[in-house]
């Protein structure tokens, strides 16, 4: 199984800054994910983070918010842009391996 | 577009009773689902998923197409057992690989 790490595992951060978390799998994989889990509610998928493409970002979430990379099959980072308190959240690093999702411990942000 | 719709937000019960968590989902076409569990300080893992038709951790659950649901259940209840549950399937469009994720019922056990 994938074992996922992310860091920052927290972070309390400025309105109008940008934060990049980072997300190291122990294994090769095709598929990425960064999804946010915001207060009291369910995970949401922000986007699928492609090798050496362009990230696809999901109905809601734009690259200038979230720019997101992906150098390699074990690597990928996403920025969260310009913050504000609605960005407060946990960020989750997911990866796809013999058909099971894997997920960090997450990455949680507090904006003041 | 898909849905999954846990409608218990909280649930609780009492060591060695019995347990269900309710999942009800909306598909067009046969869906693949899974429960994924969250214990306190950990992180989100796969439970259990309807293709492999386990019992984890003494847990099952039957995927019911008449009543679109996928309810988890376990005959006796251990305090190990208190967790946050997911119920997800993937997204609508094919070759998607990505999961779509329901609000989720917080389970607690009481001794």
């Known amino acids: 199984s994938a074992v996922i790490s992310q860091k920052p595992s927290r972070d309390i951060c400025q309105r109008g800054t940008s934060l990049t978390i980072q997300c190291q799998v122990d294994?090769?994989?095709?598929?990425m994910f960064w999804y946010r889990q915001q207060p009291g509610q369910s995970l949401t998928l922000i986007a699928t983070a492609n090798q050496g493409s362009e990230a696809t970002y999901e109905s809601g979430f734009v690259i200038d918010k979230f720019p997101i990379s992906r150098p390699n099959l074990t690597f990928s980072t996403l920025t969260v842009s310009n913050m504000s308190p609605e960005d407060s959240s946990i960020y989750l690093c997911?990866?796809?391996?013999?058909?099971?999702?894997?997920f960090g411990e997450g990455s949680r942000l507090t904006v003041l | 577009a898909q849905r999954v719709t846990q409608p218990e937000k909280l649930l609780s019960v009492f060591k060695g009773a019995p347990v269900e968590l309710k999942c009800n989902y909306s598909y067009s076409g046969s869906p693949e689902l899974f429960w994924y569990v969250q214990y306190s300080r950990q992180r989100l893992q796969l439970l259990l998923r309807?293709?492999s038709r386990e019992s984890i951790k003494g847990f099952t659950a039957d995927l019911n197409k008449g009543e679109t649901s996928f309810h988890l259940k376990k005959p006796f209840a251990q305090e190990e057992d208190s967790a946050m549950y997911y119920c997800?399937?993937?997204?609508?469009?094919?070759?998607?690989?990505?999961?779509?994720f329901g609000t989720g019922t917080r389970l607690t056990v009481i001794p």
């Open positions: 997911s990866a796809r391996e013999s058909g099971e999702l894997f």
């Open positions: 997800a399937l993937p997204p609508y469009q094919t070759g998607a690989n990505n999961l779509f």
């Open positions: 309807h293709i």
């Open positions: 294994s090769q994989v095709t598929m």
